[in-house]
């Protein structure tokens, strides 16, 4: 399985940025997938997730400090997940990464994906 992310760069404050992770090597379209991010000298944490299809609707995950701001998204036929980011603060400044499980439900907690991407530089200047 491999995650490779793209669209990470040096924004302002207020501004905008679309983070993509595209997936081979399983089947995407079940796969639950997350975004986390990890800051200089911080634990990496959750920002977003989201169900694969199945039984139940799509759901998603947010972190309460990217709520309303951030939207996940997928796109099944190009095996693509997307962190919509808006309203960027400098406080979004981290590595974003992107992580796969292979069933089940979007989850914040870490410990549940078994694959990560190499992660894309995100910083906001004030």
């Known amino acids: 399985v491999q995650l490779g992310e793209s669209g990470g760069g040096l924004v302002q404050a207020g501004g905008s940025l679309r983070l993509a992770c595209t997936a081979s090597g399983l089947s995407f379209s079940v796969a639950p997938m997350g975004w986390f991010r990890q800051a200089p000298g911080k634990e990496r944490e959750f920002v977003a997730a989201i169900s694969g299809i199945g039984r139940s609707p799509i759901t998603t995950l947010y972190a309460d400090s990217v709520k309303g701001r951030f939207t996940i998204s997928r796109d099944n036929a190009k095996n693509t997940v997307y962190l919509q980011m808006s309203s960027l603060n400098p406080e979004d400044t981290a590595v974003y990464y992107c992580?796969?499980?292979?069933w089940g439900q979007g989850s914040p907690d870490r410990n549940e994906y078994n694959y990560w991407g190499q992660g894309t530089q995100v910083t906001v200047s004030s």
């Open positions: 992580a796969a499980r292979p």
